[in-house]
């Protein structure tokens, strides 16, 4: 079965600008959760979405936003980018999230903030 | 912030099992244990989980104390490709939280 496919692999933005990454989850997964991953500061939670509605949320700045559609797919974006947001940025589906099943991560989008 | 202690890094000979410990002395009831591990610029993967009994797959075995306060992931014959950091990680029905993990090296 396909995976959770996230677009794009690779982004370079310039300081100020904003970025909306996109992640397509596994064909029958309703959750989809976002994570942050810096060299410092490890895997952060951003937030969960289920059926269309946030149902977590990391200690994010307002800057990070996300949705969800009727599809499942999901995005998230980014406002008013500051050099300390460049990461790899992960996305994972599961059926109906922790705890009854596991997370299928994607590969991620390796955002550069320049 | 992670309710897990694992060891940095670890070491294992290719062929053998890995041992992979986690203390979460502060599990609560309903709290399950997961581990996941993450190959070098890829996204983490699942590997297993369990709420209180010894559970086995394909990719590894996990074993609960009885007490529930510590875990030991088994990779049964380690190889290259198992090079990784694994992470332990115990949660309920909330955002899994990832710590720092354990860096395992299998050598050849």
């Known amino acids: 079965k396909a995976g959770v496919t996230q677009t794009p692999r690779y982004l370079i933005k310039t300081r100020g600008q904003q970025v909306t990454l996109s992640c397509s989850p596994i064909?029958?997964?309703?959750?989809v959760s976002w994570y942050q991953q810096t060299p410092g500061q490890g895997l952060q939670f951003l937030f969960e979405?289920?059926?269309?509605?946030?149902?977590n949320k990391g200690n994010f700045p307002g800057r990070f936003s996300g949705r969800q559609f009727s599809n499942s797919r999901s995005e998230m974006n980014v406002s008013t980018l500051e050099l300390g947001d460049s990461a790899l940025y992960l996305c994972?589906?599961?059926?109906?999230?922790?705890?009854?099943?596991?997370?299928?991560f994607g590969s991620g989008t390796r955002l550069t903030v320049v | 912030d992670a309710k897990t202690t694992q060891p940095p890094s670890m070491d294992c000979a290719e062929g053998r099992a890995a041992n992979l410990p986690c203390n979460h002395s502060?599990?609560?009831?309903?709290?399950?244990v997961y581990w996941y591990r993450q190959i070098h610029s890829q996204g983490p993967q699942y590997i297993i989980h369990?709420?209180?009994n010894n559970e086995t797959n394909e990719m590894a075995s996990l074993i609960i104390t009885e007490d529930r306060k510590s875990s030991t992931l088994i990779l049964p014959h380690a190889t290259l490709r198992d090079t990784a950091v694994y992470y332990c990680?115990?949660?309920?029905?909330?955002?899994?939280?990832f710590g720092k993990g354990t860096r395992l090296s299998v050598i050849a």
């Open positions: 502060t599990i609560s009831g309903n709290e399950y």
């Open positions: 979405y289920f059926s269309e509605t946030q149902r």
């Open positions: 994972a589906s599961s059926l109906d999230g922790p705890p009854l099943d596991g997370y299928t």
């Open positions: 990680i115990v949660g309920g029905n909330t955002p899994l939280v």
């Open positions: 369990g709420l209180k």
């Open positions: 064909s029958g997964h309703r959750s």
